[in-house]
């Protein structure tokens, strides 16, 4: 699996919504690849944060949604 790849189902992953094969395969890509492990690690915290914060599970409107996603698939800044 690519970074590519991994990061375009990492939310999926974070959610629990990804069994079997493909499960396995962005753990192992986050074992192996640090970058990867990184943004997931940051998302997450975020999502932990967010949870503790608000005491509730909130929906967030998808326009968020979509634009949080872009912010956090972006590549990095060198």
Known sequence: MDCEHALSILESYL??????????????HLAECRDCFSRGEFR????????????IAVEMPDSVAIRIRALLTSPPLD
């Open 15 to 28: 959610d629990a919504e990804l069994g079997g094969d493909a499960g396995r395969e962005v753990e192992q």
């Open 44 to 55: 997450s915290r975020v999502r932990e944060l967010v949870r503790r914060k608000c005491g």
